[in-house]
């Protein structure tokens, strides 16, 4: 079955440095890879999608990588904000033909102390 | 612009009742899904629908039914519930072009 990973149940940093997350999978060739970051009690918000055919796409100070060889994808935040704590979700398509099955990652809390 | 709009916010069950968690969307989105989320986990989807008529299983389907009878409305149905369905349950749609997902700002049950 279809399994995605974020390595890091917590990520604790300082500010202004940059945050790094990390996103595996496995048993699937996605067309595309979504962030998501959720606040407590909120629902999750879209950041950043990356396609398959992309190495890296950047937002303002997000930026994500995608390698389908090592099937993983990276979300950096530089110059990290105390605003920026919340936990980030990465999810996939899973679907097997033209439908859109949207499946997550468990989540990395991250915590930026000032 | 409502977005995506899910009622009840909270409701407590007793073991063994049924309910219907409500999704209504108004962005003319063809995708709908639900996930349900437990306490500091990620989110499980349980059902989801390429547009009206079409329903498909998700991860935890288990103990839940769905229907899409229109483009807007996507109801969750428990029947007999249990308390492994303490949850928050997000509703959500996307446009087929982007993938992009929008939700609900969710519906927390509690069953005892």
């Known amino acids: 079955s279809q399994k995605i990973e974020q390595n890091s149940e917590a990520l604790n940093i300082q500010e202004g440095k940059t945050a790094t997350l990390t996103c595996n999978y496995t048993?699937?060739?996605?067309?595309?890879l979504q962030w998501y970051r959720q606040d407590p009690g909120r629902g999750p918000v879209f950041l950043l999608l990356?396609?398959?055919?992309?190495k890296e796409k950047r937002k303002e100070r997000l930026k994500v990588t995608f390698d389908t060889t090592l099937k993983q994808s990276l979300f950096h935040i530089t110059a990290s904000q105390p605003a920026d704590s919340a936990t980030y979700l990465c999810?996939?398509?899973?679907?097997?033909?033209?439908?859109?099955?949207?499946?997550f990652g468990s989540g990395t809390r991250l915590s930026i102390r000032p | 612009n409502a977005g995506v709009t899910q009622t009840p916010k909270f409701r407590i069950l007793k073991i063994g009742q049924s309910m219907t968690l409500q999704c209504t969307q108004d962005m003319n989105h063809n995708y709908m899904y639900w996930y349900r989320q437990d306490p500091g986990m990620g989110l499980k989807l349980i059902y989801y629908s390429v547009g009206a008529g079409i329903t498909d299983k998700g991860e935890v389907p288990n103990g839940y039914n769905v229907s899409r009878s229109t483009t807007e409305d996507f109801p969750l149905r428990l029947e007999l519930a249990a308390p492994s369905q303490t949850s928050v349950y997000f509703c959500?749609?996307?446009?087929?072009?982007?993938?992009?997902?929008?939700f609900g700002e969710g519906s927390r049950l509690t069953v005892l």
């Open positions: 959500a749609s996307s446009a087929a072009e982007t993938g992009e997902l929008f």
């Open positions: 999810a996939l398509d899973v679907g097997y033909s033209s439908a859109s099955k949207i499946i």
């Open positions: 048993n699937y060739s996605p067309a595309y």
């Open positions: 990356i396609r398959e055919n992309e």
